[in-house]
């Protein structure tokens, strides 16, 4: 007989009636990865991060002859050394947590990544790096298309989306993503309590995991709704982590505590998906109410408190954070006291097998049109380095995955070593 929408939903509604508050359903999954597997924490500085002022080309005249009101002074820059070029560079004054992760050898600074003709959209510009596809940039995601290459079956919690929304770049062909904004709200939702909400979802449970070889349609469902119920109580035991160090009360300190939680409680994520939001600092960068200033604070505190938690535990060689932005901003200020959209940026990864260091050079600020180093009549920061040659050596020495294989392309370059 064929299949007909209203016959569909007879057959399903016992299924659906369940009172899930988790995100969409999850695809057939089976137990999670163990606590010794490695986990890649992709940190997403959403909005386009003003590199110039993360990392501070303090002794380029240009820089401050171009960035008059927004530029750091030379005196407050947390210096941090030279790159091959001999540039001096130096932190943001508010990073003084970077700066000691820089000193310990396990910060790596990625200078002027991005690819050719930077889209200045934030849509279109997330899409390419998340896809990286910057000629298709609406098929799956780069994370999606590992998380397909993994093994069948894998946990219900292999990645970790802290977003409401998965991000193009955990987008997948065959594993469905759980979006989980808070771990303490992540749970089995019922009109009833006590022994009766209990009781509901006991019978939800046996429900679900029934699967009728002669209903596929209800059978993969109930899969879905057995492996999502499943989940929810790996989630709960990540609510009940007690870190060895207090975290900042910031969204991004408590979702970095969820996170530490998870690596911790050994639920099986090997890919997490975090952000800070705010970067798109157009006017007010600066100032006593400067927008830029209050963001790295909230980035410096939520990851030194993460990697120092990490420490304390013995995970910090098991994690890798990597850090990037959609695009850069403009080489000079605007009239608003801010940046515009920009082409290349920084990218960042730090962790306990991390090779730190300044990888890449600096640009030249200056404005003359021999200046190769910038584009776009000297207003932007030209790219030196594909993003995807970062991805490839965080798949390739990292995930352990075929980098080639994984982007449709060779995009390694060895002296990205920062692995």
């Known amino acids: 007989m064929a299949m ?6 007879r057959q399903s509604v016992g299924a659906f009636t369940i009172g899930l ?8 999954l089976a137990q999670a990865q163990g606590a010794g597997s490695r986990a890649l924490v992709v940190l997403y500085l959403g909005g386009g991060n003003d590199a110039l002022s993360m990392l501070v080309p303090y002794g380029d005249a240009f820089y401050y002859s171009r960035r008059p009101s927004i530029a750091i002074p030379a005196g407050d820059v947390l210096q941090i050394g030279s790159d091959r070029n001999n540039t001096v560079l130096g932190l943001h004054p508010r990073l003084t947590g970077f700066q000691g992760l820089f000193d310990e050898g396990r910060l790596g600074l990625i200078q002027r990544t991005g690819y050719e003709n930077s889209s200045r959209s934030h849509f279109l510009g997330q899409d390419i790096w998340g896809s990286a596809n910057p000629a298709n940039p609406q098929t799956k995601g780069w994370l999606g ?4 290459m993994l093994p069948s079956p894998v946990g219900p919690l292999v990645a970790w989306d802290a977003l409401r929304e998965v991000p193009r770049a955990l987008m997948s062909e065959h594993v469905s993503v759980p979006a989980i904004p808070s771990a303490a709200a992540y749970t089995y939702a019922s009109p009833n309590s006590g022994s009766e909400a209990a009781l509901e979802r006991a019978y939800a449970l046996r429900i679900a995991s029934h699967v009728p070889i002669d209903r596929p349609h209800l059978a993969f469902v109930n899969s879905n709704i057995d492996a999502a119920m499943n989940s929810l109580d790996k989630v709960a035991l990540v609510t009940k982590y007690q870190p060895s160090l207090a975290y900042p009360a910031s969204g991004l300190g408590q979702t970095m505590k969820t996170v530490a939680g998870a690596l911790a409680g050994g639920v099986g994520t090997k890919v997490f998906w975090v952000q800070l939001g705010g970067f798109d600092t157009h006017a007010s960068q600066v100032g006593a109410n400067g927008a830029y200033p209050r963001l790295m604070t909230e980035l410096n505190d939520a990851v030194t408190a993460f990697y120092g938690d990490l420490r304390n535990q013995g995970l910090l060689n098991q994690v890798l954070v990597m850090g990037f932005s959609e695009f850069g901003r403009r080489a000079y200020e605007n009239g608003s006291i801010g940046c515009d959209h920009g082409a290349a940026g920084l990218m960042f990864v730090l962790g306990g097998a991390v090779r730190g260091g300044l990888y890449g050079t600096a640009a030249s600020l200056n404005p003359d049109p021999g200046n190769a180093t910038l584009e776009n009549n000297g207003g932007d920061v030209r790219h030196e380095t594909d993003f995807r040659s970062v991805y490839a050596r965080i798949i390739d020495g990292w995930l352990g995955a075929d980098s080639a294989a994984l982007l449709g392309a060779d995009f ?8």
Not at 21 to 28: G, I, K, N
Not at 412 to 418: E, G, I, K, Q, T
């Open 21 to 28: 508050s988790a995100p969409a359903f999850l695809t057939e």
């Open 412 to 419: 390694r370059r060895p002296d990205l070593a920062f692995l």
């Open 145 to 148: 298309r590992y998380l397909d």
């Open 4 to 9: 007909t929408r209203r016959h569909f939903l």
